[in-house]
Every structure is written in structure tokens, then in C-alpha cells.
């Protein structure tokens, strides 16, 4: 747990303070986004944390400790901190800057290599491959796989992430924040993760504070419930015109009802099938094989079996259903449980429904907890 307690930061010079008499606390295990404006404070709060500047007065807490009480070099070790743009040493090989930790705590030769390589297939570069590589010969993306290795080198309890993946395009990095919220889930480090990116931080972060100015915090809360009840106008124009399609994101098909089309077995008569086509009030009917999961669509109004494109398990996000539904020109998609039993359809109206129910709140209940 971090705890910061009245912590102001004053730069000579400047008239108002950077970061002025922030309290905040971040849970054990948790990642705490910190998004906002450029020059609101952000860097400061997380160079105050590790002590790469002092504060003009305020404390921080590292679990119960003061960390004016330990030692710079122990909190550094103690503390990860990966960079934009990776912050990697140029003339050192990736092995020797994803050492640098381990190194520095005296671990002998063989349980650094054996470190290196395990951070290396942790953020997925293949040691054989990139251990004797120098940054420059490596893409950005994989600079960052590395930046991230180097942070979580001496196995620390907190890690600081400053735009970690700021610097990359938008492929790379969803596979890089998706790799990293994998690892977190097993790891269960306790995280500050500055993003100028409000997509970012829904993503990322268990909970977002959004800084105003001066390392003012609007609002603290879970992604959920700032995307749906922003705290002011400053929070609504942060997050944008997009809020109600990026709470999508953060509902899974599997907590929410989907309404059920109707159905006919496959082993059913043509005649049947036509009939019951026929009665439905859809559009289609699901047509089911023997172990109901689907295999094809019946139009109403007569014509031919269609295929059934992509079913879409339980932990498809509704953003995804949505992409897809666009993708394949599709406006309604069937939901299949954990083994590809029939579940239900969600449309382009499914989905709007959930958006508009109470204001969102249809899309809250199924929202991650
Ligand atoms: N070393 C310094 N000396 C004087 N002023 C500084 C120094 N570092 C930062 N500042 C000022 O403090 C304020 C906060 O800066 P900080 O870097 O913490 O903001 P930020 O929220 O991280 O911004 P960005 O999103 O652009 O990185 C800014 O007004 C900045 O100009």
C-alpha cells in the first residue's frame, strides 16, 4: 500500500506548487491510474514516491514506513520504475539492463541469468533471441517489453509506470497492456500508472484519479464508476463523448441477460424448420445442433439457412461484440456459454438498450466488481 498524506511539491521558482496537499492512498496489489492534463502534477507525485525529488512537505507511507526513513538506494530497489521511451542503458545489452536490479541486490551470476531469462519470456521476448541485444537493435515496442522487465527485475513490491507504453502504436500496445494485466493478475504488485490516454486508465487501472491542476485529484474511484458518474464537468470533458462506448469495454456477454431468439433443431424437418422461421417474431431462428449450440440462421421470411458467423463466448466484451458485429456486417450475434451451448443473441439494439437503461447503469451491473 502507498499512502500519501498532505504531500505538497514546490519548484523554485514557480508560483504555484506542482503537487499541493495531495492525500491519496493506493491499495495493496492494485494499479492506481493517475490521468489528467499535461503539467498537472502527475510525474512529480510519482518522483516524490521514489524519492527522485523530495517533498516541500507532506509524508508517504510504503506499507507503514515513512519512506523519508529508508535508505535512497533500498527504495529504489524496492521501488520499479519503468519510463516512456524505456529509459534503457544504450550500451548495455538487454540482459545487463534487466540485471541492473538484481545486480545491485548481490545476487550471484547464475540467479541473475536465470532471472533474465524468466523476465524475458515473462513480457514475451525470447531470451536466446534478445539477451545480447542492445536497445538500438530492437523495435519500440520490444525497448518497452524490456523497460518493464528492468522494472520488475528485483521482484519489487511497488512498481511506477510512467506512460510505459506511451510511445508505441495502437496494435503493440493493447498487446503489450494486455500481456502486462496478465502478468499483474498472477504477480499482484502494487502499481501507479501515469496515461494521458482515458482508454488507457479505463483499461489499466482498478482505480483512476484524475488529476486537475496542481496535482489536484477531481476524483478517485473505479473506472466503472467515473466513466458513469463523473464527480464534475472537468471529469465529464476528460473522458469524453466516448464514455458510454468505453463502459462497454467493461462488460463482459457472460454477466449480462441477452435475449433469447428462438431456436429449431437441426435434426428438424425442412418443413419444420420453414414453419417455424415462419412464426418466429425475429427476423431469424437460431437453428441448434443435437448439443444446442448453434450452427446457422433461419430467416423469417423464407430464404435460405445462412452460416452463423463467429458465436461469441462469455468473456467477449460488449465493445468486442460490437467490433465484431461491424466487422462481419452483422447487427445481431449469438452468445454461447463456456463450452458453445446456445445462450442468446445480442444486437445493435441489445447493445443500446444496455447503454441507455437508467443512464448506463444496465451496462454497471455487469461491469467487472
Ligand atoms: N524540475 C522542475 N523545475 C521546475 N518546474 C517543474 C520541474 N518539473 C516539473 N515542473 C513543473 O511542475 C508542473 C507539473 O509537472 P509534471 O511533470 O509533474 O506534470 P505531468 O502531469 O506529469 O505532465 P505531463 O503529462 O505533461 O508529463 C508543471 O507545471 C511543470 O512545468
Known amino acids: 500500500m502507498i499512502r500519501l498524506d498532505r504531500l505538497t511539491k514546490s519548484y523554485a521558482g514557480q508560483e504555484r506548487p506542482a503537487v499541493d496537499d495531495l492525500t491519496l492512498e493506493v491499495p495493496e496489489g492494485k494499479i492506481v491510474v493517475f490521468v489528467?492534463?499535461?503539467?498537472c502534477g502527475k510525474t512529480t507525485t510519482m518522483k516524490l514516491i521514489n524519492r527522485l525529488i523530495e517533498p516541500t512537505s507532506g509524508r508517504i507511507h510504503l506499507a507503514d514506513e515513512d519512506v523519508t526513513k529508508i535508505p535512497v538506494h533500498e527504495l529504489r530497489r524496492r521501488i520499479g520504475y519503468a519510463i516512456q521511451q524505456s529509459g534503457l542503458f544504450p550500451h548495455q545489452t538487454v540482459a545487463q539492463n534487466i540485471a541492473t536490479v538484481p545486480g545491485l541486490l548481490g545476487w550471484d551470476k547464475k540467479r541473475v541469468h536465470a532471472r533474465v531469462d524468466e523476465l524475458l519470456d515473462m513480457v514475451g521476448l525470447d531470451p536466446d533471441t534478445y539477451r545480447g541485444r542492445y536497445p538500438k537493435q530492437l523495435s519500440g515496442g520490444q525497448q518497452q517489453r524490456v523497460g518493464v522487465a528492468r522494472a520488475l527485475g528485483g521482484d519489487p513490491q511497488v512498481m511506477l509506470m510512467d506512460e510505459p507504453f506511451g510511445a508505441i502504436d495502437p496494435l503493440n500496445r493493447e498487446a503489450l497492456q494486455n500481456e502486462f494485466l496478465k502478468i499483474q493478475s498472477k504477480l499482484r504488485k502494487?502499481?501507479?500508472?501515469?496515461?494521458?490516454?482515458?482508454?488507457?486508465?479505463v483499461k489499466m487501472g482498478d482505480k483512476i484519479a484524475v488529476f486537475a491542476e496542481h496535482?489536484?485529484?477531481v476524483q478517485y474511484d473505479t473506472p466503472e464508476k467515473i466513466l458513469a458518474e463523473p464527480?464534475?464537468?472537468f471529469v465529464t470533458d476528460f473522458i469524453g463523448a466516448g464514455a458510454a462506448v468505453r463502459r462497454l469495454s467493461l462488460t463482459k456477454l457472460g454477466t449480462v441477460d441477452v435475449p433469447l431468439w428462438p431456436t429449431v433443431p437441426e435434426s428438424a424437418s425442412a418443413e419444420e424448420q420453414q414453419d417455424a422461421a415462419a412464426d418466429s417474431d425475429r427476423e431469424f431462428v437460431v437453428v441448434l445442433d443435437e448439443d444446442r449450440r448453434p450452427v446457422g440462421w433461419l430467416p423469417s421470411d423464407g430464404g435460405t439457412r445462412l452460416p452463423l458467423?463467429?458465436?461469441l463466448g462469455p468473456g467477449t466484451s460488449l465493445y468486442d461484440a460490437l467490433d465484431e458485429m461491424l466487422a462481419v456486417n452483422a447487427s445481431a450475434l449469438t452468445v454461447v456459454d463456456d463450452?458453445?451451448?446456445y445462450r442468446g443473441v445480442v444486437s445493435l439494439d441489445t447493445l443500446r438498450t444496455l447503454i441507455h437503461t437508467n443512464g448506463g447503469s444496465g451496462l454497471l451491473q455487469g461491469a467487472r466488481t
Open 339 to 341: 463450452i458453445g451451448r
Open 309 to 311: 458467423i463467429s458465436p
Open 231 to 233: 464527480a464534475s464537468e
Open 36 to 39: 489528467g492534463p499535461s503539467g
Open 215 to 217: 496535482g489536484n485529484v
Open 190 to 201: 502494487t502499481i501507479v500508472f501515469v496515461t494521458h490516454d482515458i482508454d488507457e486508465a
